[in-house]
């Protein structure tokens, strides 16, 4: 049954969908989309995924909390442009050799696979560098408690900052290709496609 064919309203916690919010909460890492004029950059992220309310005083809905070095490519990138692009699955996925299991174990192994591998979300919005020392400790705290202790070397190191990214839409996708759009309401789109693609596709007038 297509993961998609019945989606859900959104959760109650978040204006996000059920099934985006579900696979932010099981998901260990994304990729990270950030641009500079013309030149994109793409980064493999710990994060933490915080409902609407868990991030009062400083934050009223969800949001999603990485960290970075400052002399980093995506913190340029986030300090001269807030529009970011966010990729996260629960796919799970691994090359095959000639050392792969066979027989049984490899039945089991690919059912246990096709049970994780459900969606993925591409996430659009804006990012912000938190500033505030209070405001810092504070979504490093709940960051740090939501990743494993190999992590805190990304998160709690020296020159490390606080990044805070408020999701304004997304593109879901299952495995049977269904796809489902959101966005916010109120919130500006991302650019449009109109008439034919590169592959003779016709596109009509609508958000990516």
Request: aromatic letters at 8%.
């Amino acid at each position: 049954m297509p993961i998609l064919a019945d989606a859900h309203e959104p959760d109650e916690d978040s204006s996000l969908p059920a099934e985006v919010i579900s696979c932010l909460k099981s998901s260990r890492f994304l990729q990270l989309g950030t641009s500079y004029r013309d030149y994109p950059h793409v980064s493999l992220m710990n994060y933490t995924y915080i409902p609407k309310g868990d991030a009062l005083p400083y934050e009223e809905g969800a949001v999603i909390v990485m960290t970075s070095e400052r002399q980093t490519k995506k913190f340029f990138n986030i300090s001269a442009n807030s529009r970011v692009s966010i990729l996260v699955h629960d796919w799970v996925s691994k090359q095959t050799t000639n050392d792969a299991p066979q027989g049984l174990t490899q039945f089991l192994l690919s059912m246990n696979q096709a049970e994780l591998s459900s969606i993925s979300a591409t996430l659009n919005g804006r990012a912000r560098i938190v500033e505030g020392e209070a405001e810092e400790k504070f979504f490093k705290e709940k960051h740090l408690a939501s990743n494993p202790a190999d992590a805190r070397l990304f998160i709690d190191a020296e020159n490390v900052a606080v990044i805070v990214v408020s999701v304004s839409s997304a593109r879901v996708a299952d495995l049977d290709n269904n796809v489902v759009r959101w966005r916010k309401p109120g919130a500006e789109s991302t650019p449009q496609l109109n008439g034919v693609g590169a592959n003779g596709a016709s596109y009509a007038n609508g958000t990516l």
